[in-house]
Structure formats: C-alpha cells, structure tokens
C-alpha cells in the first residue's frame, strides 16, 4: 500500500506497535459494531484523511516519526492543509535554489524544458486517443473522431517548437496557454455527450468535468509540494509560475508535465468508462464538485493509475508516475548545480 485513504465519516485512527488500527462504522447504522483495519506503518507512504477523521496522538507520533506525510481534505473535498515530518538538514540547497531562482537565464532553461514536456505530452495524449478510438469506434457514448485532428497534432507540434525558440518567461507563458486551449479543444471531443466541456473554469468549477479535473489537479499538487519538502526544497519558489504569497509556484511548475498524463488522462477515463455519473457531483456554493461517494470512486482510480507499473522509454526501466514525480523534484534539487540534469517527465 502506498497511500492510505481515510475517506469515510466516524473514523478513528490508533497505534498499536508498529500497525494503525483504523475504526470506522456505517453513517446508516452507527449502532453496528465499528468494522476494524490493521495496516502496518511500513506499507503507508502517505495518508489522506478526511476532516472527521480521528487520529489519537500515538497515531500522529506514529506516523511522523516515519516521515509520513498527511494531507486533510474538507467534507467538501476542499484541501485543508497536511503535516510534514520535522527535518531541518537542508540550508545550503535551500540557500542554493534562492540564488538559482533569481537567475533569469536558469528560470528560463527549467521553465522551457517544463513546457516543452507538458506540450509533447499532451500531443501524445491526443495521439493515444485517436488511435484507440480509430480501434474501437462505436465505443458506448464516444463522440466522432474531429476532423481537426490532425491539425491539431501539427499545430501542437509548431507550438512545441515555437517555445523551445522563447526568449522570456513571458513569451513562453504564451506558448503554454496557446497549446493548452487548443489541446483542451481536441481532448473535449472525446468526452461522452452526456458530459459536455467548453472551457476550463475553476474557483468554483462549473460542471463535472471541471469538478474531476480541479480535483484531481488539486491533490497532485499536494502530494507534490509533500514531496519538495522532503527532498529539502522550497516549494513556494517557482519558475514558470512567479513566486506569489499564497500558493506552492515549485509545485506547480512540476506538475505541469503530468496534467496530460493524469488528470486529463484520468478524468476522461472516468467519464468514458461510466465509473463517474451525475449521483457523484453536487452543487453547492455556486460551483460543482465531487460528492463524497464520487471522491471515493476518484481516489481509487487515482492510486491504481499512479502505482501502475510501466516500462518508460526514457528512463529504461520499470517505473510508475508516482515514482517518476517524486524523481522530478531529484532532479530539480541536482539541476540547481547542474542544469543538464533537469529532464521533465516524457509519456511513451
């Protein structure tokens, strides 16, 4: 098990020993016997809780003290914030990332190696989808293959080259937003009829499909600045995204190569597959969002297709998207000294 998930109501989360003894009864019959789960602390890498979530103070010893990070959503799926183990030994990269950050020449070099590998894979994602809907095109619910396919394919390849020739921030931000509409086009089409997407809308979403893609953009970036922090860096200074008050910008900028593989990837799937439905969305605040059974069936879906195990072309070995982020924030932490060594992740 890498990430346990404590996603239901009338939990309570001990220690025995080296195990988590996790309590949790039925919110339809709380007079029922609380049903009982061991999980051993060496299998957890991570913890994802809810808000009603109980965890006795041994459990949080237990926890931190193996350096097991936890993040705490709302009831309404809304992040709330997380705990990170005490470290204190990484001043000098710390100092080093400062300097390197500053640099206008370095910003440059990692942002445009960042948004040259979000735009490939991107246009990799549009390939795989065309190419399986060429196989099996009376799939339940598929819309038409576009006819503008190919030319977004030869667009996004422009684009590409386009922003491996910028010559500031600015003008790469540009390149990156152009694509990402367009991409946003092309990848709309796939989705069934019944979930329509015009236009990426967020604080609030306003439909299903901005509701899985948020959210799942949500806790990827979570798990990303856990990440940051554990290999020693500041997540909050970015690159691509200008370091502001309130928000982690180094996180940002690492997900981006992985929105295409995973959360757009991820979010399709869903919605293809009929594993998401209108019962799992609410409306509520002016916007929509994953209910709590529809924030169930996500996190399921989310792990297996992170720990699924593939054969990465570029690495050369057996890999999983989970390793392969936590693999970018290595190797920003080593490009800060060598630059060459900053190689965003490339979907085969």
Known sequence: MATLILNQALCRVGLVSERLEIHS??????????????????EVERVVAGMHTHFTPAAWAGILRRHIPIQLF???????????????????????????????????????RIVAAKIYNQRRVLQRLRASRAASPSAPGAAPEPASG??????????????????????LR????????????????????AFPFSQRSTRPPQNPVNACISFGATVLYHETVALIHAHGLDPALGLLHTTENGRWSLALDLIEPFRPVLVEALALDLFSHQILNETHFETRDGGCYLNETGRKKFFLQYERRMERQFLSECVGHRTTL???????????KSALNQPEKFEPFLMN
């Open 74 to 112: 709302a009831a309404n799926g809304r992040f709330l914030g997380g705990f990170l183990p005490a470290q204190n030994h990484h001043g000098l990269s710390r100092l080093r990332q400062y300097q390197r950050t500053a640099q206008p020449a370095f910003a440059l070099q990692m942002a445009g």
């Open 322 to 332: 989970r390793q392969q982020l936590e693999h970018q924030a290595v190797q920003f």
């Open 150 to 171: 190919d030319r977004t394919l030869v667009w996004l390849d422009t684009s590409l080259a386009q922003a491996a020739r910028a010559r500031s921030l600015e003008e």
């Open 174 to 193: 540009g390149h990156e937003g152009a694509a990402t509409a367009r991409y946003f086009q092309a990848w709309a089409a796939c989705l069934p009829a």
């Open 25 to 42: 009864r039925s919110l339809d019959d709380l007079d029922a016997k609380p049903m009982c789960r061991t999980v051993p602390l060496l």
